[in-house]
């Protein structure tokens, strides 16, 4: 069974930094991209960053490039997003996601709270 | 980027009845469009993929049509788990984007 475990989240003051995990199981990690999607409250979906399977290649929004970092280690079926310079706007929910051409799985989702 | 447009924002539906969705691409997309249904809580959950293709275990009461920019969502008899946020979104360039999203509620 396909399995995505988002942790990290949680309260920080604007201009602070997160970092988020994605745990994966289930299936050959290394051989998929993987992506971060965001929901503020009460809003809809959001791409935010994606990475190739080789963790050579990022993708990133307008909204966080220069401020945002991916990374993902395949000896560890882990993807990570370091966040900086957060801002109130980066208030959301984000979830980690597989994509095989389209995203096909979800994970739960880890609450970030950009607020003083 | 590609904007995707949904209409309506709402759709007020009874148990039974039949819904029908639109998504609207600003460019083409091809066949490269998925349909993803969001309860409230929960996390999204993809429902087709390849604009028609149902994902597994979603049942045959749903099914996607069109090509190119245009692009429906039906869900024929809808069930009360049915009445949730559907968002259509293209994966034919980058970034991935979606549209904001379909509202089915009970009427």
């Known amino acids: 069974e396909v399995q995505l475990v988002e942790s990290g989240g949680g309260l920080v003051q604007p201009g602070g930094s997160l970092r988020l995990s994605c745990a994966a199981s289930g299936f050959n990690f290394k051989i998929y991209s993987m992506y971060w999607v965001r929901q503020a409250p009460g809003k809809g979906l959001d791409f935010v960053s994606g990475i190739n399977n080789k963790g050579d290649n990022e993708e990133h929004a307008d909204s966080v490039n220069g401020r945002f970092r991916i990374s993902r280690d395949n000896s560890k079926n882990t993807m990570h997003l370091e966040m900086s310079s957060l801002r109130a706007e980066d208030t959301a929910v984000y979830f980690c996601v597989r994509e095989n051409y389209y995203f096909d799985y979800w994970g739960q989702g880890t609450l970030v709270t950009v607020s003083s | 980027e590609i904007v995707m447009t949904q209409s309506p924002a709402t759709l007020s539906v009874s148990p039974g009845e039949r819904a029908t969705l639109s998504c609207r691409a600003s460019?083409?997309?091809?066949?490269?469009l998925a349909w993803h249904q969001q309860k409230p809580g929960q996390a999204p959950r993809l429902l087709i993929y390849g604009a028609s293709t149902r994902a597994t275990g979603i049942p045959a009461r749903f099914s996607g049509s069109g090509s190119g920019t245009e692009f429906t969502l039906t869900i024929s008899s809808l069930q009360s788990e049915d009445f949730a946020v559907y968002y259509c979104?293209?994966?034919?360039?980058?970034?991935?984007?979606f549209g904001q999203g379909t509202k089915v509620e009970i009427k």
């Open positions: 979104q293209q994966y034919d360039n980058w970034p991935r984007t």
């Open positions: 460019q083409s997309v091809s066949s490269n």
